[in-house]
């Protein structure tokens, strides 16, 4: 089985932990953001992580934005351990090509709603 890369961005207690975690489970490899973010991924060449997990109450919301634009097939994480919650950002993108291809991004749900 190929193992799927973590990479933690930024460095503190709630993203320690969670590559700790993370590390226990063999299906992923983790690895931890050291300097730029961009330097990072233009190093990394192809072999860029499938995941970037990073804390929600310490990021800055520009790099999500730049990173999505430039790099779609990174999957974009933020945890919030304060509030309970987790943030799924994609560059994924889909057609808009009438009213009803909207209506289904808008409709689609990955996750339950809250309660």
Do not use: W
Not at 30 to 55: C, H, W
Not at 106 to 113: A, G, L, S, V, W
């Amino acid at each position: 089985m190929k193992k799927r890369t973590v990479a933690l961005y930024g460095r503190n207690l709630v993203l320690s932990t969670i590559g700790a975690c993370l590390q226990q489970k063999q299906e992923f490899r983790v690895v931890q953001i050291e300097g730029s973010l961009e330097d990072y991924l233009n190093k990394m060449g192809t072999a860029r992580p499938e995941v970037i997990l990073f804390d929600l109450a310490m990021a800055k919301a520009h790099f999500a934005v730049s990173l999505m634009h430039h790099h779609p097939e990174i999957k974009l994480v933020g945890v919030d351990l304060t509030t309970h919650k987790m943030l799924v950002l994609s560059g994924e993108s889909s057609r808009l090509l009438t009213i009803e291809d909207l209506v289904t991004v808008i409709e689609k749900r990955p996750f339950p709603k809250e309660i």
